[in-house]
């Protein structure tokens, strides 16, 4: 079992920046990948960026591409999210996610990859 904590959310302007961690414990050598998910008020999760845990291939939704950047540091099982150039639908939950199944470019967008989930962060950008 892999336990995930996040950290880091919190109310911010617009144009401002945040920075997510989310530190991995338990059986955190069979990880494959990790990924930051969302949830804003009355929607669905939706993918945010994701990291393969070996190579640190990345990959972003298209909404938040050139202003987040995902980043692990496998020393530490810790993963980033650096989030610059925030705008008022950014706001939402942010869920860390770990998957221990193999991955590539189409499946590693996908909730069902992801068996392990932190239990959110709460990231308000508002003036």
């Known amino acids: 079992q892999v336990q995930l904590v996040e950290s880091g959310g919190g109310l911010v302007q617009p144009g401002g920046s945040l920075r997510l961690s989310c530190a991995a414990s338990g059986r955190t050598f069979v990880m494959s990948a990790m990924a930051w998910f969302r949830q804003a008020p009355g929607k669905e999760h939706k993918f945010v960026a994701a990291?393969?845990?070996?190579?640190?291939?990345?990959y972003y939704a298209d909404s938040v591409k050139g202003r987040f950047t995902i980043s692990r540091d496998n020393a530490k099982n810790t993963l980033y999210l650096q989030m610059n150039s925030l705008k008022p639908e950014d706001t939402a939950v942010y869920y860390c996610a770990a998957s221990n199944l193999g991955v590539n470019g189409a499946n590693i967008v996908r909730q069902n990859v992801y068996g392990h989930w932190g239990q959110g962060t709460q990231v308000t950008v508002s003036s």
């Open positions: 990291i393969t845990w070996i190579g640190g291939s990345t």
